[in-house]
């Protein structure tokens, strides 16, 4: 399958979420707190390559990819690359919000499921404490039914557009440089795509 069909099939999911996200958080009341972006600097953070496939080929097609491949290579950082901080106190935003992967789209408004299979709403400790109220009666009124994004769904959802990139899970900073590399390789011996194909 192609780059372009598969950035699209991606963001077809992701179009998904957000609809489903968004009535969520409608029925919640649920938020981030203004340019927050305290989850985005956690070094644990693991996300597929598949999942930035979009962010790598709008970065290719812009001329960009092998620059901040580059600048992935020489990183150190656990951090990811794409968070744009804009002080010590941890606040920030992402610096291509369009293209974030489905981790970022997911965590804070989604839940997984426990061992006893009830789902459980996956946020930070920003919301559960700052929003007490809205969290206790989210939680509550997820266990009699309100309908909620689920990671487990989601990220099957995108296994089924490529299981091998889908179902790879790396520290952020890696998936995005396996994406790139995706992209590069794919397009090393093909033409440059067209606006149609993108």
């Not at 960009?64 to 656990?78: F, G, R, Y």
């Not at 995005?176 to 993108?198: D, I, T």
Request: glycine fraction near 6%.
């Amino acid at each position: 399958m192609s780059i372009a069909r598969r950035v699209g099939l991606v963001e077809n999911l992701f179009h998904q979420l957000e609809i489903e996200s968004a009535q969520f958080q409608q029925k919640s009341g649920l938020g981030c707190v203004a340019g927050c972006g305290k989850c985005c600097t956690y070094p644990t953070i693991e996300a597929s390559p598949l999942e930035f496939l979009p962010w790598a080929f709008h970065l290719f097609l812009n001329g960009e990819a092998e620059k901040m491949l580059n600048t992935l290579n020489k990183t150190q950082s656990l951090t990811c690359l794409i968070y744009t901080p804009s002080s010590i106190l941890n606040n920030g935003n992402c610096g291509n919000y369009k293209y974030r992967g489905l981790i970022c789209r997911l965590f804070g408004f989604a839940a997984n499921t426990d061992k006893y299979q009830n789902l459980r709403l996956a946020t930070c400790k920003i919301i559960k404490e700052g929003q007490a109220a809205n969290y206790t009666s989210t939680a509550e009124a997820i266990q009699k039914g309100l309908s909620i994004p689920v990671f487990t769904e989601y990220y099957m959802q995108l296994n089924q557009i490529d299981f091998n990139m889908g179902n790879i899970m790396l520290p952020v900073n890696k998936a995005l440089k396996m994406a790139l590399e995706e992209v590069l390789q794919y397009y090393a011996y093909r033409p440059f795509p067209n606006e149609s194909a993108a």
